[in-house]
């Protein structure tokens, strides 16, 4: 007999198969990676010493928005490509070689892209910088499910974006894209938007692989293949999210991963070198994907529980199915990615409180975080 947490969310699971269809997620997303069959074009080396990018114009001089959102962020946006050994349809071994974005992050060479530019076993990762110096990278950390990776190449004073704030975001704001689209033909293509909606969910594939992303930023800036890992950023030129997405079928409908579930995770690998993050055990949903659904929940904030895993610290603070957690460590809990941000940000194991609303009644728990299995 299926058990009643499957069946409440086979709806959502319904939803985001339809929301891959709409949005590609398959040959529209986790493809836009712009695989060729070709060697990336070798640049000629040069030394960069310049500093992070710092824009300030002449007394007068008033630009758009659009150009110095560019100017402060080209030099910072790296094109990545990548080589691989695969199976044709006879076994044998072919070298394919995959073209994504990528942002530099930190001056000391710190790289964010997707997971799916990066791969699952790369053998080789070239960066290509704006003033035309390659260099080769290492992975320091990747995840299927976030669609994020953080690459490393071995250098000082580079160029980097400012991050901005994801949650500060809203529908009809300014939104620039820069990337390569297409290969290295169109390097640090700039083009440029609105938010169109937020809190998006889609069902992405890779092989047996599966995962929802949630809480994605939609926006109608062109993104084509190859722009994936490169940001999405707001009128200041800040980065506002990691463009992952788009509509196979459609125009003018793209998707970038919220800044915000970064930034923890940039902090703890420059830090510590690895990132794990703590972790509660449970599964939900926020009211925006309540709406397609289970009406009858007032839902109208928090994270709804559909399941608590055995032997994790929400099973042992006695965390129950139908919960809403309303905030966690004194933080308000409105979208999954708020949960994961406040996750992510915490330094280690230890108590939270967390408020929650059970049968009508808002209630306090204690939870005794730890860090997240590998395997969970």
């Known amino acids: 007999m299926t058990k009643p947490w499957i069946d409440r969310l086979y709806p959502y699971l319904m939803v985001a198969v339809i929301a891959g269809a709409v949005g590609g997620a398959v040959g529209g997303t986790l493809s836009d990676s712009a695989r060729v069959q070709q060697r990336p074009i070798q640049y000629q080396r040069q030394e960069d010493t310049r500093e992070p990018t710092r824009i300030v114009y002449p007394e007068g001089e008033s630009p758009g928005i659009v150009?110095?959102?560019?100017?402060?962020?080209?030099?910072?946006?790296?094109?990545?490509?990548?080589?691989?050994?695969?199976?044709?349809?006879?076994f044998s071994p072919v070298e394919e070689r995959g073209v994504g974005s990528g942002v530099i992050v930190k001056s000391d060479g710190y790289i964010l892209t997707n997971d799916h530019v990066v791969g699952k076993n790369p053998r080789e990762i070239n960066v290509l910088f704006e003033n035309g110096q390659e260099m080769t990278a290492e992975v320091l950390w990747q995840d299927f499910a976030l669609d994020l990776a953080l690459i490393k190449v071995d250098a000082v004073?580079?160029?980097?974006?400012?991050?901005?704030?994801?949650?500060?975001?809203?529908?009809?704001?300014?939104?620039?894209?820069?990337?390569?689209?297409?290969?290295?033909?169109?390097?640090?293509?700039?083009?440029?938007?609105?938010?169109?909606?937020l809190d998006r969910s889609l069902l992405v594939a890779s092989g047996i692989q599966e995962a929802i992303m949630e809480d994605l930023i939609q926006t109608d800036a062109s993104i084509n293949p190859g722009n994936s890992g490169g940001p999405l950023?707001?009128?200041?030129?800040?980065?506002?999210?990691?463009?992952?997405?788009?509509?196979?079928?459609?125009?003018?409908?793209?998707?970038?991963?919220?800044?915000?579930?970064?930034?923890?995770?940039?902090?703890?690998?420059?830090?510590?070198?690895?990132?794990?993050?703590?972790?509660?055990?449970?599964?939900?949903?926020?009211?925006?994907?309540?709406?397609?659904?289970?009406?009858?929940?007032?839902?109208?904030?928090?994270?709804?529980?559909?399941?608590?895993?055995?032997?994790?610290?929400?099973?042992?603070?006695?965390?129950?199915?139908?919960?809403?957690?309303?905030?966690?460590?004194?933080q308000a809990l409105n979208t999954m990615v708020k949960l994961r941000s406040v996750l992510f940000a915490l330094d280690g194991p230890g108590p939270v409180r967390l408020e929650i609303k059970r049968d009508g009644e808002v209630i306090e728990k204690e939870v005794e975080l730890a860090p997240r299995p590998e395997n969970f």
């Not at 704001?173 to 169109?196: H, K, N, W, Y």
């Not at 449970?282 to 709804?304: C, F, H, L, P, V």
């Open 67 to 90: 150009r110095a959102a560019a100017e402060k962020n080209i030099p910072a946006v790296v094109s990545i490509v990548t080589t691989e050994i695969k199976r044709d349809e006879i």
């Open 157 to 197: 004073d580079l160029p980097y974006a400012e991050l901005g704030d994801s949650e500060q975001v809203k529908v009809g704001d300014v939104a620039i894209a820069i990337g390569s689209p297409l290969g290295l033909r169109f390097q640090r293509t700039v083009t440029s938007g609105v938010i169109s909606a």
């Open 233 to 330: 950023l707001n009128a200041e030129g800040q980065v506002i999210g990691i463009n992952s997405a788009k509509a196979s079928d459609a125009e003018g409908i793209g998707f970038a991963i919220p800044i915000n579930i970064a930034k923890p995770i940039i902090k703890q690998v420059v830090e510590k070198g690895y990132f794990r993050p703590m972790y509660l055990g449970i599964e939900g949903y926020d009211r925006e994907i309540a709406g397609y659904y289970n009406t009858d929940i007032d839902i109208q904030n928090g994270i709804y529980v559909i399941r608590v895993h055995r032997n994790t610290p929400a099973d042992a603070a006695g965390i129950r199915e139908g919960d809403i957690i309303l905030e966690l460590d004194g």
